[in-house]
């Protein structure tokens, strides 16, 4: 039970700034719309570093966190010292669940996720754990895809833009206490993080953020992916628009075709682009523009307040929109609906 040096794995640099880790996590929280704003969240620990840093960032970002831990049984002594340190360390709900059958990663992981079903888990896999992943995953099935930020069961992952490193150098500096999982480096990922991108690291520093690059620049789109983009050119409306999940929307407008956010909660300080933004109201949200798109109780198109800020086209996609519901309040730097003069304050980096 301590904080040790943390294991070789990008960044290379092992300091962390506390605050700024943290702020990092929210912005992924935000972007993949996975914790409501002061949400409950029941975070699944094993006592080891990744978890621990997942509880207490999260409980310092003003997350309502509970924690629980499941006890396989497998480690003898060592398994209920976990949780006896998982009990007493973060208040977790201790359950005892043996495997049944042979007690392969897959059965211990969806043991894991039957407890809670109700409520909004969260897991502290992270980037290096999605590295992990993708090097299984084309090994054994050629194809690389890799953890999702949000399972359809209700199970998020908020540290997948953390390194491995990274939260075991958070746990040194805010003092946190953690256990280390002897057992790690007998499965199929321990012999991948212990051999395989060792060696991937002689051939390129980089590797590992170069690995994680498959999942943006595979050499063919998932297939849901590549249905919707066809769909979408073989159209013949005049404007059209393709949910390509993930928070992403492919958008034709005649000749043109461009990706967009889906609409964010603007229930707390937003990046969008090169915009800030803070609400000073409830129940709004951000978006990109969209033709037809008019200015609520003013009768304007926004494309009209554009040409006339002289905004340019290749920017008018990426401008962010306030709307509330399907009206749009406000459109930064530039106009605001009567009566939502004050709901937004945005500024340009």
């Known amino acids: 039970m301590r904080c040790r040096t943390a294991a070789l794995g990008p960044p290379y640099n092992f300091s962390v700034e506390s605050a700024a880790l943290r702020a990092r996590i929210e912005d992924h929280v935000r972007r993949q719309d996975l914790i409501p704003a002061s949400g409950e969240v029941v975070c699944l620990v094993s006592g080891g570093p990744d978890s621990t840093s997942l509880w207490h960032a999260l409980g310092a970002l003003g997350y309502r966190v509970s924690a629980l831990h499941v006890n396989h049984k497998l480690r003898g002594t060592e398994s209920d010292e976990d949780a006896r340190f998982c009990g007493e360390r973060f208040g977790a709900e201790v359950v005892e669940a043996p495997p049944i059958g042979g007690g392969s990663e897959a059965e211990l992981r969806d043991l894991r996720y039957s407890f809670a079903s109700g ?47 990274e939260t075991e150098a958070y746990c040194e500096v805010e003092g946190l206490p953690f256990r280390v999982d002897s057992s790690n ?155 939502w003069e004050d709901a937004v304050e945005g500024e340009r980096n």
């Open 119 to 165: 409520a909004l888990r969260a897991t502290g896999h992270t980037a290096s754990d999605q590295v992990e992943t993708i090097l299984y995953r084309l090994a054994s099935s050629g194809t690389a895809t890799g953890i999702r930020a949000h399972r359809e069961d209700g199970v998020v992952r908020p540290l997948l833009t953390v390194w491995r490193a």
């Open 185 to 339: 480096d007998e499965t199929v990922r321990g012999l991948i993080r212990r051999e395989i991108v060792p060696a991937l690291r002689q051939i390129h520093p980089a590797a590992e953020e170069n690995v994680l690059r498959a999942l943006q620049q595979g050499g063919r789109l998932a297939r849901p992916i590549e249905k919707a983009l066809l769909e979408l050119l073989a159209s013949r409306e005049g404007s059209k628009r393709v949910d390509l999940g993930g928070g992403r929307v492919a958008v034709r407008e005649y000749e043109s075709v461009w990706l967009e956010h889906s609409p964010m909660r603007l229930d707390r300080e937003v990046r969008w682009g090169s915009w800030t933004l803070r609400p000073r109201r409830r129940g709004l949200h951000v978006r990109g523009w969209r033709a037809g798109d008019r200015l609520a109780n003013r009768n304007l198109k926004v494309q009209d307040l554009f040409v006339d800020a002289k905004v340019p086209r290749s920017e008018r996609e990426a401008w962010p929109l306030v709307v509330r519901g399907q009206e749009v309040v406000y459109v930064p730097g530039i106009a605001a609906a009567p009566g």
